[in-house]
Nanobody, 124 residues
């Protein structure tokens, strides 16, 4: 089992920044890929960013590329999502997820463990 707890969400003005954290406990965090997803009211959960177990492979959704940065600190069992130049359309619940096997995927159904989510609201 892997337990994931997100933090760092909040209310920010457009153009601002937030840094989300995902603290992991339980099964060895460093063996898992990590992804960030988001879900706005009335919409499906969508892929935001992902990082493989070592941190050497990373990918982003086109909508956040150049503005968001995913990273991880395996020594601290923590993942991060740095979000800059935030836009109102980034408003959503943000969820981190862990995928066994070390390699990430773009489909939320491929992830094995999920956090409870943290809300990000960007005002215009």
């Amino acid at each position: 089992q892997v337990q994931l707890v997100e933090s760092g969400g909040g209310l920010v003005q457009a153009g601002g920044s937030l840094r989300l954290s995902c603290a992991a406990s339980g099964r060895t965090f460093s063996a898992n890929a990590m992804g960030w997803f988001r879900q706005a009211p009335g919409k499906e959960r969508e892929f935001v960013a992902a990082i493989n177990w070592s941190g050497r492979r990373i990918d982003y959704a086109d909508s956040v590329k150049g503005r968001f940065t995913i990273s991880r600190d395996n020594a601290k069992n923590t993942g991060f999502l740095q979000m800059n130049s935030l836009k109102p359309e980034d408003t959503a619940g943000y969820y981190c997820a862990a995928r066994l096997g070390g390699n990430y995927a773009y489909d939320a159904r491929s992830y094995d463990y999920w956090g409870q989510g943290t809300q990000v609201t960007v005002s215009s």
